[in-house]
């Protein structure tokens, strides 16, 4: 059976639905659709009706496409009340020593979770950082090796439930099952970084609509996370409120002349305004320039947030996300933020969108938990190769960069009980 995993991130200001085909380490996208999102600001779920209604929508296209049922979906969920925690736990395996198994990882795992938090945090996810048997410390699973005890060293990442619930809800209204569930700084950091980068330090910034993620990780861990209230949205506030058009006219605007390249900016009138019968064109130049303030404006704030982690000049910084699909916004932050400073694109044929980071991260996010947790149940089947073949003659084609059952059931139990 094939590892076919959905992937849903409902985003304040669009959604995107991914399928795609594992083949050992290779990733075959063979759907992908971004759409406007509604009943969703900021993060919190506003009219989950209208959402509903949207996501079903995507997934209905998706089953046509590929003519086969979806049965589950991966989930990622807006960082905004995401919580860290390092935590260790311990258990014995018995006194002459046995093989670690799935199960003994799983068990160990649970026992990760069971720490004091408040009332309102759930715990979202626990990813093992690094494993203490007989032979040694290892950030592999030492799966199979005698050992008479097994000690892990975790990252728990928690939630508010009021946050959680109604994400989980929602995709359970849509006739699926959550397939697992991570944040989605989380979920970009597996697409963008490796495991040197997670090691020696770096530092990424997911630039939403209205707000943007600043996530820092180091030693493994996930070490920093916070939230800074800047994103596309300002960048097309300001070309509304200067030129002073609608919102959706500024933001067509951004996308077809938007360059933050002041040196590079064309005189010609791109719109006319009159006021007080006042008569007003504003150049592409006039754009540029617009933007170019806008970026360091964001860059600023987004500084403030980052002036806590010791020596941040030396540790590299990537920007995704739909919010940064700006021209020259790399050179802007380099500038500001005195370090240095990329933009990233997943290089996977079908997903080379900004925007599209988080959902094939949560790929990657599977294909590491499997290893570690078990095997999922795919979220759908497909009738057969030719099938396979026929949806990549469609237009999506290969790009390289055992089933659930009782074992994961335990745990996602574990990880969204009341305890």
């Not at 590929?66 to 390092?86: D, F, G, H, M």
């Not at 020593?97 to 199960?103: I, M, P």
């Not at 005698?146 to 728990?156: C, E, G, Q, T």
């Not at 067509?252 to 005189?267: C, E, H, R, W």
């Amino acid at each position: 059976m094939k590892d076919i995993y959905a992937v849903l991130d409902i985003g304040s200001a669009t959604l995107k639905f991914l399928v795609a085909e594992v083949n050992n380490i290779n990733v075959n996208v063979l759907f992908v659709k971004t759409i406007p999102s509604h009943g969703v600001k900021k993060g919190i779920i506003e009219d989950d009706r209208i959402l509903i209604r949207d996501i079903r929508k995507l997934i209905d296209e998706a089953e046509a496409f590929l003519e086969s049922k979806i049965t589950s979906v991966a989930l990622t969920i807006p960082t905004i009340k995401a919580k860290l925690y390092q935590s260790d736990s311990s258990i014995s395996l018995s006194d002459a020593g046995s093989k670690v198994s799935t199960d003994d990882i799983v068990r160990v795992l649970r026992l990760s979770s069971k720490f004091k938090r408040s009332k309102d945090e759930e715990v979202v996810s626990i990813i093992p950082v690094r494993y203490h048997s007989d032979k040694g410390a290892t950030v592999e699973a030492p799966l199979g090796e005698l050992s008479r005890n097994l000690i892990v060293d975790s990252l728990v990442i928690t939630t508010s439930k009021e946050l959680l619930y109604p994400y989980i809800s929602v995709v359970e209204k849509c006739g699926v099952e959550v397939l697992d569930i991570t944040i989605n700084a989380f979920a970009c950091a597996k697409e963008a970084f490796d495991a040197v980068y997670l090691q020696e330090g770096a530092l990424l910034i997911d630039m939403g609509y209205k707000t943007s993620t600043v996530s820092f990780y180091k030693d493994g861990y996930l070490q920093y996370l916070t939230v800074c209230q800047v994103g596309g949205y300002d960048f097309t506030r300001k070309i509304a409120q200067n030129m002073q058009i609608s919102m959706n006219q500024a933001e067509a605007y951004k996308i077809k002349y938007g360059s933050l390249d002041v040196t590079q900016g064309q005189n010609d009138i791109i719109h006319t305004t009159f006021v007080d019968e006042q008569k007003r064109d504003y150049t592409q130049q006039d754009l540029a320039d617009l933007l170019n303030e806008t970026a360091y404006e964001v860059m600023n704030k987004i500084k403030e947030k980052i002036s806590v982690i010791d020596d941040i000049s030396k540790y590299e910084t990537l920007i995704v996300g739909g919010g940064g699909e700006l021209e020259m916004l790399d050179t802007i932050a380099t500038e500001v933020l005195e370090c240095p400073v990329r933009i990233y694109r997943p290089d996977t044929i079908g997903t080379r969108d900004m925007s599209l980071v988080a959902a094939i991260g949560m790929v990657y996010y599977l294909m590491e938990r499997k290893q570690v947790v078990g095997d999922y149940t795919p979220s759908l089947v497909l009738p057969d190769v030719t099938n396979t073949m026929a949806i990549r003659f469609k237009g999506l084609t290969k790009s390289a960069p055992s089933k659930q059952g009782s074992k994961m059931s335990k745990l996602l139990d574990s990880f969204f009980s009341e305890d």
